[in-house]
């Protein structure tokens, strides 16, 4: 990639970042900004209405309170009355923090999404991009009964890194992701397994790669580590019900019979995950591997414990595995081309 392509999608990518959060402020079925500032206060004091999970997710509240105080002492805020935003209920000299920080989730994201498929062998940069810009639009229409939910983009960040670390061989690194990741959500813990499922290599599979089993087996034990350590440290309380759903057959039957549901998941993903199946065969290895260790597990934990219509939840398989499989599928078509054209 040359300087003034880098550039222009950089830029490109700034612009996308404006829009996405613009999506998410803004959305008619999202929550005002006052609430998710209301719920960061709340966690601050220990005093989340949905204390498990929502207050052992220490890292985005950290970074989260970290920016207010940063933003507050240096007196950056800027002071804009509009009738537009004061319809929207947005204070931009209170909410300006929590709109930086989303902002910057969105940047990060987007060129950690542009490194991973580069990475992953999407040899064109401008195809890479066209991956970026699938994942924008997954992201502005995630919305519906969200707030900004700091940690679950965070996540996505977390794992699109883990991946890159992973394909990289950058081990230390990747076990530093791991532990911030630990620190921000619990459902990171797929990434520990997705660098043991490529220790194992070889046709048939038969040679075991020890130092990929090592840094598994460490991250796993940080993860497993600080999950246990911040329950410990907080204090455990039972996981508060949703909707007067407490198991795991109630959430499901609640998301399968849920009329919001399916149309809330066609309008954030498009038939994306069908067109990225269909090119299956196209797909490295390590996409196939990574396909069956998260996108099962996922679907049914997210459908069991958690409201399906807020479909953010699966930003991280849309981000991870069907966009770099949509990639593919165009790549490989486009390669066939040129090889029947004779070019």
Same mark, same amino acid.
């Given at each position: 990639?040359?300087?003034?392509?880098?550039?222009? !999608?950089?830029?490109?990518?700034?612009?996308?970042?404006?829009?996405?959060?613009?999506?998410?402020?803004?959305?008619?079925?999202?929550?005002?900004?006052?609430?998710?500032?209301?719920?960061?206060?709340?966690?601050?004091?220990?005093?989340?209405? +949905?204390?498990?999970?929502? @207050?052992?997710?220490?890292?985005?509240?950290?970074?989260?309170?970290?920016?207010?105080?940063?933003?507050?002492?240096?007196?950056?805020?800027?002071?804009?009355?509009?009738?537009?935003?004061?319809?929207?209920?947005?204070?931009?000299?209170?909410?300006?923090?929590?709109?930086?920080?989303?902002?910057? @989730?969105?940047?990060?994201?987007?060129?950690?999404?542009?490194?991973?498929?580069?990475?992953?062998?999407?040899?064109?940069?401008?195809?890479?991009?066209?991956?970026?810009?699938?994942?924008?639009?997954?992201?502005?229409?995630?919305?519906?009964?969200?707030?900004?939910? $700091?940690?679950?983009?965070?996540?996505?960040? $977390?794992?699109?890194?883990?991946?890159?670390?992973?394909?990289?061989?950058?081990?230390?690194?990747?076990?530093?992701?791991?532990?911030?990741?630990?620190?921000?959500?619990?459902?990171?813990?797929?990434?520990?397994?997705?660098?043991?499922?490529?220790?194992?290599?070889?046709?048939?599979?038969?040679?075991?790669?020890?130092?990929?089993?090592?840094?598994?087996?460490?991250?796993?034990?940080?993860?497993?580590?600080? +999950? !246990?350590?911040?329950?410990?440290?907080?204090?455990?309380?039972?996981?508060?019900?949703?909707?007067?759903?407490?198991?795991?057959?109630?959430?499901?039957?609640?998301?399968?019979?849920?009329?919001?549901?399916?149309?809330?998941?066609?309008?954030?993903?498009?038939?994306?995950?069908?067109?990225?199946?269909?090119?299956?065969?196209?797909?490295?290895?390590?996409?196939?591997?990574?396909?069956?260790?998260?996108?099962?597990?996922?679907?049914?934990?997210? $459908?069991? $414990?958690?409201?399906?219509?807020?479909?953010?939840?699966?930003?991280?398989?849309?981000?991870? !595995?069907? !966009?770099?499989?949509?990639?593919?599928?165009?790549?490989?078509?486009?390669?066939?081309?040129?090889?029947?054209?004779?070019?």
């Amino acid at each position: 990639m040359n300087n003034s392509t880098r550039v222009v !999608i950089w830029f490109s990518c700034a612009i996308l970042a404006t829009y996405v959060l613009y999506e998410q402020v803004f959305d008619r079925f999202s929550a005002p900004l006052a609430l998710s500032l209301e719920r960061h206060q709340e966690l601050v004091k220990g005093e989340s209405t +949905f204390f498990n999970p929502w @207050q052992y997710r220490v890292l985005a509240i950290g970074v989260v309170e970290g920016m207010i105080q940063g933003t507050e002492s240096l007196g950056i805020a800027p002071h804009v009355s509009n009738p537009y935003l004061d319809e929207y209920g947005i204070d931009l000299q209170q909410h300006f923090p929590l709109l930086l920080v989303r902002w910057i @989730q969105h940047f990060l994201i987007f060129l950690v999404a542009l490194m991973l498929y580069q990475k992953m062998g999407i040899s064109h940069p401008w195809l890479s991009f066209i991956g970026v810009m699938l994942l924008a639009h997954s992201m502005a229409r995630s919305n519906f009964g969200s707030d900004l939910s $700091f940690n679950t983009y965070f996540d996505l960040l $977390f794992y699109l890194l883990g991946a890159w670390c992973i394909l990289s061989e950058k081990y230390v690194g990747f076990m530093v992701v791991v532990f911030l990741a630990a620190l921000n959500r619990e459902s990171s813990g797929f990434l520990p397994l997705m660098l043991a499922i490529m220790a194992i290599q070889g046709k048939p599979l038969n040679i075991i790669q020890p130092k990929k089993v090592k840094v598994a087996a460490l991250s796993m034990g940080i993860f497993v580590g600080v +999950f !246990i350590g911040i329950r410990l440290w907080l204090g455990y309380q039972a996981p508060n019900p949703v909707y007067d759903n407490e198991s795991f057959m109630d959430y499901l039957l609640w998301n399968l019979t849920n009329p919001i549901t399916y149309p809330q998941l066609l309008t954030t993903f498009g038939v994306m995950p069908l067109i990225a199946l269909v090119g299956y065969r196209a797909w490295p290895s390590f996409l196939t591997r990574w396909f069956w260790l998260v996108i099962p597990a996922w679907v049914v934990i997210h $459908f069991g $414990f958690s409201i399906a219509r807020e479909t953010r939840l699966f930003l991280v398989p849309m981000g991870l !595995i069907f !966009i770099p499989g949509v990639l593919f599928l165009v790549q490989l078509e486009v390669r066939q081309k040129r090889i029947s054209s004779g070019s």
